[in-house]
């Protein structure tokens, strides 16, 4: 009687299929904004969803079109709203997928940027004497995904890569010393890059911008970040999202570590 007077006369196997896919998919997109701002905007959609149903149900039709007409607005409102998080899911997506790898990075032609020894040693032997003398430095090292807009954001230098010139642009007080230093192709591509923070809420307190914003970039592609902290001195590696200290034999490691994925 309750269906019936809710406008469904049956309950088949596609509804039921139909009613499981959509709840999959909310609890999916909740689990997803939990713990930021946008989760209030989704619980807002949801309320909003459930009254045009209702009202289509119920036959009301001046409620109902004029909530349609809110939420063919909001759809578009919505692409603005969310668009950092829709931008970090599918860049999620994408790199889950694999297809980053293979075939569709030979079409592209993006290879796997290795750095050489002597890149290597310059860039540990300049991070551990910043380390020593507590000087801040945000490093990320390209990969396979490009990140052309986040050297736009910055200073282009194309130089050969060297502990001194490293050591000088973090310099505090050198004006390219504030923002994130970009190394692709074994050259420094830019400095004074900025970088995308990342959303997450847990982490630790005693990391600071630098730390968040090495994180957020990780979040977005394959880059290796190196990251020394201003107020410890100690060195922290930033790779998908994960924090690790090391020293100076970890960090040479790590710069020459493969990715597994690309092997696959």
């Not at 039921?16 to 989760?39: C, E």
């Not at 990320?140 to 130089?159: C, M, S, Y």
């Not at 630098?210 to 100690?234: M, P, Y």
Request: glycine share 8%; aromatic share 6%.
């Amino acid at each position: 009687m309750i269906l019936e007077f809710m406008g469904f006369l049956r309950l088949g196997f596609v509804d039921i299929l139909d009613i499981f896919v959509v709840a999959l998919l909310l609890y999916l997109i909740f689990k997803w904004l939990k713990g930021s701002s946008a989760i209030n905007i989704f619980i807002a959609i949801i309320l909003l969803l459930i009254i045009r149903v209702v009202a289509v149900a119920l036959n009301m039709k001046m409620l109902s079109a004029l909530m349609g007409t809110v939420i063919d607005v909001g759809a578009v409102a919505l692409v603005v709203i969310f668009q950092p998080e829709i931008r970090q899911f599918l860049t999620g997506v994408g790199r889950k997928t694999g297809l980053r790898h293979g075939i569709i990075n030979k079409i592209l032609g993006r290879n796997k940027e290795n750095l050489q020894d002597e890149a290597i040693n310059e860039i540990a032997n300049a991070c551990t004497e910043m380390s020593e003398e507590k000087c801040g430095a945000l490093i990320v090292i390209l990969q396979k995904d490009p990140l052309h807009d986040i050297e736009d954001t910055g200073d282009r230098i194309d130089a050969r890569i060297r502990k001194r010139l490293i050591e000088n642009i973090f310099f505090k007080n050198s004006p390219l010393h504030d923002g994130a230093m970009v190394i692709g192709g074994g050259r420094i591509v830019a400095a004074r890059c900025t970088l995308p923070i990342t959303s997450r809420t847990d982490i630790p307190a005693h990391y600071g911008m630098r730390h968040k914003a090495a994180v957020g970039i990780s979040e977005r592609c394959d880059a290796k970040v190196i990251v020394v902290s201003e107020q410890t001195g100690k060195i922290s590696v930033v790779r998908d999202g994960i924090i690790q200290t090391v020293d100076r034999n970890n960090l040479k490691l790590f710069l020459k570590e493969e990715d597994s994925e690309t092997e696959k």
